[in-house]
């Protein structure tokens, strides 16, 4: 992986020294060395974590006519066939790299190069004969890519701290992103917490000219759910293992030491059991747990590790989530308010002590219905009678219904539409939180959603909310989650359920086969768990999903330290946070037990701290 930047001055030449500054801070993306290229008023730059061709993939990296230039951050994991078959419409290479792939397919198909390409990617080339910048972003959102742009400047970066050095930015806060926060715990594209950064959406392209113009924002890919009912459940699973083997191998190509995360959930443990059968020496895993009853699951981490006889490591992390709490603000730009990030953290910084590079399993969720919102919060919404009611309430309903219909209501997948999704602080809290003076700011904090929503009207109950959670949680909390946490440690992750091929075929599978009911409760990730069972048992694979959660609520309640530390970033005059928000609320929410809430005003307080 690595750290990628630009800057176009629209009123002068490219000043090298600002590129430094901005490769300066994002050295953790990239410790293996950097590199700039200037023309004119235009520049890129390149912070390397070396995995593939460690000598020759070094950036920015030109064709040998020297027109087009590349700054890029990623994996193809077709990269091999692409070169090939670039090499037979005429093109040479002078590396083995894929950053040299991605530059010689735009230099064939253009900014249509993006519809060939299968992995993770950010990057940026510049065209000196069209005098254009085109940056493009994956399919998924694996990659971050952040810009800027006024009537000064145009700039782009891996992530929004790199973008200070730059004097011409204005840095306002955008407060329909506060708010966005405040509801979801991230900030989705194109927003971001400032005025004037924005985020490139996943699978969309962009055209610059060098005079700092937008040209163009265009999308190249969207998931389709079309379910294929002519297979059986035998047909699926056989369909599945064979696609995700497929990827699991093709992500294994590397020049570095390499391992996977083991949380002991389905995914990860999926992943490891085939990583170990196409490895020749034992995979090392890495899992992070908790003193806390109830939060770890190093004993199904352990059950798996013994096996597929993994070289395995684990760590226990403690109650001490606010001293890391700077560090995680300082790397992640804006606020995010997803209290797995210290895992996540400690688990990057446990595989880094042994590895370059490490697989996950992250994204099995969004793709095969594993979530228990889908078991539990939407499925109260599939039958007409409220299914949390006991049976004789259910069978007198109906008729309660036909007599008072307003007091009584028929429950259908439309009731309330995408407002089931999940929001820490929902429209009557955050109307309550907010000052009076900004309260009528924010008509816009739910459009993203919305208008997802209203996109995928043609799909079946589930996969609306799969789609919801694809399009917005995954690439918004959970990717970015994993890649700021990683590269803070110059750790590589790659994420063998996000390969194009898997999602492609899992978007096709009917949601019976997903997810359905089993002794008399709804349980997803059907296909997934019935694979893993195979190898490891029913009991290991159909038991209770825990996720990868801190107890938070118990070291904000329980941990005097904590406790004072939590009011007094809260309450305290002149903390930032009192700029915004009426004090009585501050004082209602540091004095209740809603961990969830605490904790996003705790990285908001830090990261307004850290950003005056």
């Not at 293996?32 to 950036?59: A, P, W, Y």
């Not at 253009?110 to 910048?133: N, S, T």
């Not at 194109?190 to 000219?209: C, D, F, G, Q």
Request: proline letters at 4%; one cysteine or more; hydrophobic letters at 35%.
């Amino acid at each position: 992986m690595c750290g990628i930047l630009g800057l176009i001055n629209r009123k002068s030449q490219v000043n090298v020294e600002v590129l430094v500054e901005m490769l300066a801070l994002t050295k953790h993306r990239g410790p293996d060395g950097e590199g700039t290229f200037c023309v004119e008023n235009v520049g890129i730059g390149q912070r390397r974590l070396s995995i593939i061709d460690l000598e020759g993939g070094k950036q920015p990296l030109s064709n040998s006519e020297k027109t087009l230039w590349i700054t890029y951050n990623g994996e193809l994991y077709n990269y091999k066939k692409l070169r090939k078959s670039l090499q037979q419409k005429g093109y040479s290479f002078a590396t083995v790299s894929d950053t040299e792939v991605v530059l010689q397919a735009y230099a064939h198909w253009g900014k249509d190069c993006v519809r060939h390409f299968r992995g993770m990617f950010a990057f940026g080339i510049l065209d000196i004969l069209k005098k254009e910048l085109f940056l493009a972003r994956d399919h998924f959102g694996i990659k971050p890519l952040v810009y800027a742009h006024n009537s000064e400047i145009f700039a782009f970066t891996s992530e929004i701290q790199a973008l200070k050095p730059i004097s011409e930015i204005n840095w306002d806060i955008d407060l329909t992103g506060l708010d966005q926060y405040l509801a979801y715990q991230y900030i989705p594209a194109p927003n971001t917490i400032y005025r004037e950064v924005r985020k490139l959406p996943p699978a969309h392209y962009m055209l610059v000219s060098f005079s700092g113009e937008i040209k163009e924002i265009n999308s190249y890919w969207q998931l389709d759910f079309k379910p294929d009912q002519s297979r059986t459940e035998k047909d699926w699973m056989e369909a599945l293992e064979e696609t995700i083997k497929e990827s699991v191998n093709s992500h294994l190509v590397a020049d570095v030491p390499f391992g996977a995360f083991l949380s002991g959930g389905i995914d990860s443990s999926l992943v490891v059991g085939y990583m170990s059968q196409m490895m020749a020496k034992p995979v090392k895993t890495f899992s992070i747990g908790f003193e806390e009853e109830g939060y770890s699951e190093l004993e199904y981490a352990r059950k798996v590790s013994k096996h597929w006889g993994t070289d395995h490591h684990e760590a226990i992390v403690k109650a001490d989530a606010l001293s890391i709490l700077p560090d995680l603000v300082r790397h992640y730009g804006e606020p995010f308010g997803d209290s797995s990030a210290i895992p996540t953290y400690y688990v990057s910084q446990l595989a880094r002590k042994h590895v370059a590079m490490a697989l996950s399993g992250d994204a099995g969720d969004e793709l095969f219905a594993g979530y228990e919102s889908y078991s539990n919060r939407w499925s109260r919404h599939l039958s007409p009678v409220p299914e949390h009611l006991p049976a004789y309430k259910k069978g007198l309903y109906p008729l309660m219904n036909s007599v008072f219909p307003n007091k009584y209501p028929l429950r259908t997948s439309k009731l309330f539409d995408w407002q089931r999704y999940i929001q820490y602080y929902g429209p009557g809290e955050r109307s309550h939180l907010w000052k009076p003076e900004f309260s009528d700011q924010f008509t816009h904090t739910d459009a993203i959603h919305q208008k997802i929503w209203k996109e995928s009207e043609e799909y079946s109950h589930y996969q609306r909310a799969q789609s919801l959670d694809f399009r917005t949680y995954l690439p918004y909390d959970i990717l970015t989650k994993v890649d700021i946490a990683s590269m803070m440690h110059s750790l590589e992750v790659r994420i063998p359920l996000l390969d194009l091929r898997v999602v492609e075929l899992a978007s096709q599978i009917p949601e019976k086969f997903n997810i359905n009911k089993s002794s008399g409760e709804w349980i997803g990730k059907q296909l997934l768990k019935k694979i893993v069972a195979k190898d490891l048992g029913d009991e290991f694979a159909f038991r209770k999903k825990m996720g990868f959660a801190i107890p938070i609520q118990k070291w904000f309640g329980e941990t005097v330290k904590s406790r004072l530390e939590l009011k007094d970033r809260l309450l305290s005059s002149g903390n930032g946070l009192d700029t915004f928000f009426k004090p009585t609320e501050l004082e209602r929410i540091a004095n209740g037990s809603h961990s969830g809430q605490q904790w996003l005003l705790v990285f908001l307080q830090e990261w307004l701290s850290q950003n005056k």
